[in-house]
């Protein structure tokens, strides 16, 4: 029988899984059975966390066990953080972050066994991957590691490791609300790398280091950098349609545009786009957001295209002081979140991933000595 290909392995069901859900029709998104948009609205990012890896939110002394338990995990092992500082500073923050984790796995290799244990693991990475980031983005400013200030919610404190000040509450709070919307969505490119990886019964800072390599192409968490570009070289709004259009023409991609899996406004973006309104009304600069409003009726109109999650998220960050080759980093310090649940999900049920490939080579060829080879 000729085997049928899903390219790019579009609907393809490839495991069971109580995490998370997309209804790609309805333009929804629930995480372990609660709808993200009560969740952005309610929770922080530290009770998703909860949810994603206990399956149920916490109760408030769960809460702050977990608080407790994360913030000494954000300081380094000695040995990380000399090897950080060793790192070249031209090096982009998410190759900086894969060669972390590796590393991180041999320092504390004993948090990276395969099984329920591994939950320390997961903790321990999410706590410190804002500091990873912190130390190598501020040696590149010239200034001093960041410490572990428990009085800071996990968002805070990633804004605090970044910009060397504490965050205002509208602005920690607009971060809280973006990690807990990049938090966990299914079987993602980066999610399924982490699956594999982990199928093969590999440690999970393997798996958390496929992940991150994943999530760094334009056309997964690359691509809120590239938005960024697009605006630049749009400049001012009359300029708006006839770049787009142009693009377009050109067959090039729009980044910040279309879904596989969502055939309706990604409903990430619909919460991302009032807090990146919110965010530009407190700092008086609402010039990315009436762009990217512009952008989204041209893409809108020319090819029927909704936006997705990485549409609004750079320009916030931007308006948030925070330069944007460390946008996907801290996409990779939400999503660390869901990479380590499922990871933890494919170790309770698990069997290799291995699909198979239709071969469309030759076979028989006659074998020709390397000296009669022309
Ligand atoms: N701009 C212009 N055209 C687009 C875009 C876009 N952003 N997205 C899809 N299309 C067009 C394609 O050119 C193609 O047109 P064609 O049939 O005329 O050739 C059609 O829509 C289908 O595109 P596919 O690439 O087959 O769809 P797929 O499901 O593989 O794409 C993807 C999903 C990769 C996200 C795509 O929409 C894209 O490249 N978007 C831009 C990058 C981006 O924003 N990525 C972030 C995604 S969200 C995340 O990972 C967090």
Known sequence: MAAEIQRGLEDVVALESRICFIDG????????????????????????????????????????????????????????????????????PMDILRTAVSALALVEPEETRPGPTSIGGAQRLTAALPTILGRFHRRRNGGKPPEARPGLSAAAYLLYALLDREPTELEARALDVALILHADHELNASTF?????????????????????????????????????????????????????????????IMGFGHRVYKVEDPRATILREWSRRVGEAKNELRYYELLRQVEAVVHREKGLYPNVDLYSGSMYTLLGIPHDLFTPIFAASRVVGWTAHVLEEYEDLRLIRPTAKYVGPTDLPYVPIADRR
């Not at 206990?54 to 002394?61: F, H, M």
């Open 25 to 92: 029709q309805k333009g929804r998104l629930i995480y372990r059975g609660y709808d993200i948009r009560e969740l952005a609205e309610r929770s922080t990012f530290e009770e998703v966390a909860y949810l994603l890896w206990y399956g149920r939110l916490p109760t408030a002394s769960q809460l702050d066990e977990l608080t407790s338990r994360l913030v000494p995990l954000r300081e380094l092992p000695p040995a990380l953080a000399r090897e950080i500082d060793e790192l070249p500073l031209s090096a982009h």
């Open 193 to 253: 790398s982490a699956r594999v990886t982990a199928s093969t019964l590999s440690d999970l800072y393997s798996s958390i280091t496929s992940a991150v390599g994943t999530l760094k192409g334009p056309l997964h968490g690359g691509a809120n950098e590239r938005v960024m570009e697009l605006l630049a070289e749009i400049g001012n709004p009359e300029r708006a349609e006839e770049v787009v259009t142009g693009k377009l023409s050109r067959h090039e991609r």
